[in-house]
């Protein structure tokens, strides 16, 4: 475990900590947790992220069909390789192993408003701007010229993350055949011909992912009950995107004259990180303070010495990864609240 110096006998870090937190009212914003879902298929996961703000319609109108498990054991049924892949408007129907069009609920209005470039999901719709239901394609390419002109442009609701547009391109490089219908550019998968079978289409299977986002409700005492000698000050700050994390270990009496330590002083164990807020997660930058006095002029001097990723899955419990090159230490650390004084005030922040 990481150390900062020698341990001299100490109390528990929660009997100390806690009689210092105090509960308060605190008029702070409200941060909305940020909606992901992930579409799974045969050839790989894609990931995309709802843009809310742009089209806060058609998103409640997509995410209407995934809570309603509308789009499970639907498959893409159109491939256009430079163009797009669509999906959302049919599903497999085991029991007759034949394709069946899912029930739909009213069309919406059209929400243009972000161009249609590779790797945006979009709504698919007819020649009225407001005919879209549930049918959804992803643009493999910058389609922007056509698409966002052509019935008062396709409503843009979503884009893929991380390595989801490797996935979408491996669809598109799947091989295509004419099934008829709406299913005439079909993506097939390890299909010689014969009736079609579950087996050879792009299966999809949609679902929410609902990603924890940091709240000034995480700003608290923290540390791990199995190293209680040390603790964790975490402080976010949303409206300015950045997080500030202190760690430290302390001790009952002060240590001896001769005492050795492998980072900074025996009797001056502290490090602070700070970093950009992004999502549950922030990777940080460590500055190891040395000189200074109390309630004095003298000079402070702030080294940057490695880095740490402070990581929270919900408002409870977190991680705390570090690597700090100077003394040749890293490892991870988790770690929950002291005191439960501001938990309430977390999942107030959170707003679906």
Known sequence: MFKFGNHIESKSFDSVISTL???????????????NVMIETPLGDIEIELLEED??????????????????????HRSVPGFVIQGGGFAYDRETAKAVGI??????????NVSNTRGTLAMAKGNDPDSADSQWFINL???????????????????????????ADAIAGLSIVNAGGAANELPVIDFSGGALAEA?????DISRIDNFVMNAGLNDAWFNPVT????????????????????????????????????????????????PLDGN?????VYITSGGLFDNGAAVENVEDGTIILTFDDCASGTVEYDIPSIDQQGSVPIQRVAADNQALCEALIVE
């Open 21 to 35: 937190l105090t509960s308060a009212a605190l008029m702070l914003p409200a941060f909305a947790m940020a909606t």
């Open 55 to 76: 089209a806060p319609n058609t998103v409640a109108n997509f995410l209407r069909y995934v809570d309603n498990d509308s789009y499970n054991l639907t498959f893409m």
């Open 103 to 112: 029930s739909t609920f009213p069309t919406i209005e059209n929400e243009f």
């Open 141 to 167: 390419a910058d389609n922007s010229a056509h698409l966002d002109n052509d019935t008062g442009g396709f409503t843009v609701f979503a884009r893929v993350v991380g390595d989801g547009m490797q996935v």
């Open 200 to 204: 050879n289409l792009v299966m999809t």
């Open 228 to 275: 209680s000698g040390q603790g964790f000050f975490v402080t976010v700050f949303p409206n300015l995107q950045s997080v500030s994390l202190s760690w430290f270990t302390f001790d009952t009496e002060l240590p001896a004259d001769d005492a050795s330590a492998n980072l900074g002083d025996p009797g001056h164990r502290w490090l602070t990180a700070i970093g």
């Open 281 to 285: 997660r922030s990777e940080m930058q």
